[in-house]
């Protein structure tokens, strides 16, 4: 099982900026990490469905929600395998719990990865 630990959450008032990370690590289950495809960020509200925040692809190329674009900014750090995710100008409808996801490719082949959740507060 590849593990995705993510840090930087927390409580930030409106207008305010908050660095997400996410670091994935193999396991003696899924064996070294190979390759990372697409490594980015979910969330998901209070009786809302998970949606996708922010991903970038392992050519360098990020896709971003409507509702994000121009305030979040995705940047991955191929070596390290880690993700980072830059919120500013965050607003109270950016609250919810983030969870980080990864494509990987281990010994056990291709599977999709979730991290555990990191929660994002926007309040006043």
């Known amino acids: 099982q590849v593990q995705l630990e993510e840090s930087g959450g927390g409580l930030v008032q409106p207008g305010g900026s908050l660095s997400l990370s996410c670091a994935a690590s193999?396991?003696?289950?899924?064996?070294?990490?190979?390759?990372?495809?697409?490594m980015g960020w979910y969330r998901q509200a209070p009786g809302k469905q998970r949606e996708l925040v922010a991903m970038?692809?392992?050519?360098?190329?990020?896709t971003y929600a409507d509702s994000v674009k121009g305030r979040f900014t995705i940047s991955r750090d191929y070596a390290k395998n880690t993700a980072s995710l830059q919120m500013s100008t965050l607003e109270p409808e950016d609250t919810a719990v983030y969870y980080c996801?990864?494509?990987?490719?281990?010994?056990?082949?291709?599977?999709?990865?979730w991290g555990q959740g990191t929660q994002v507060v926007v309040s006043s």
């Open positions: 996801n990864a494509d990987v490719f281990t010994t056990t082949g291709w599977n999709i990865y």
């Open positions: 970038m692809s392992n050519r360098d190329i990020p």
């Open positions: 193999g396991s003696a289950t899924s064996g070294s990490i190979f390759s990372i495809s697409t």
